[in-house]
């Protein structure tokens, strides 16, 4: 039913790994910049990474740097977040979102949007 859907969330301990997909079924991902963002309870909507639309160009935020890397496979027209090093702090809902500006603002430029997958870190 949803245009695009993310799934790999789950219950880790921390310093596990968990590897996220955004796959389309109604959108060419090859054409948009993709970011991934997270929303933890009580909290603001926040940047994780973004990859430019050709896969070329990457970037993370401060908390990614050396723990998450993203990825894309147009051909088979899904962008992967993989997650090492998890931490507790890094529970919340991912979304993936799809856009033509490439930052890792979530107000800038995304308007379309998965239903989130809930990644949980708890020992």
């Known amino acids: 039913q949803l245009q695009f859907v993310e799934s790999g969330g789950g219950l880790v301990q921390p310093g596990e790994s968990l590897r996220l997909s955004c796959a389309a079924s109604r959108f060419t991902l090859g054409d948009y910049v993709i970011g991934w963002f997270r929303q933890a309870p009580g909290k603001e909507r926040e940047g994780v990474s973004v990859i430019s639309s050709s896969g070329l160009s990457k970037d993370y935020a401060e908390f990614a740097k050396g723990r998450f890397t993203t990825s894309r496979d147009n051909a088979k027209n899904t962008v992967y977040l993989q997650m090492d090093s998890l931490k507790p702090e890094d529970t919340a809902v991912y979304f993936c979102?799809?856009?033509?500006?490439?930052?890792?603002?979530?107000?800038?430029?995304?308007?379309?949007w998965g239903q989130g997958t809930q990644v949980t870190v708890s020992s």
């Open positions: 979102a799809l856009g033509r500006y490439y930052s890792l603002n979530p107000k800038v430029g995304y308007n379309y």
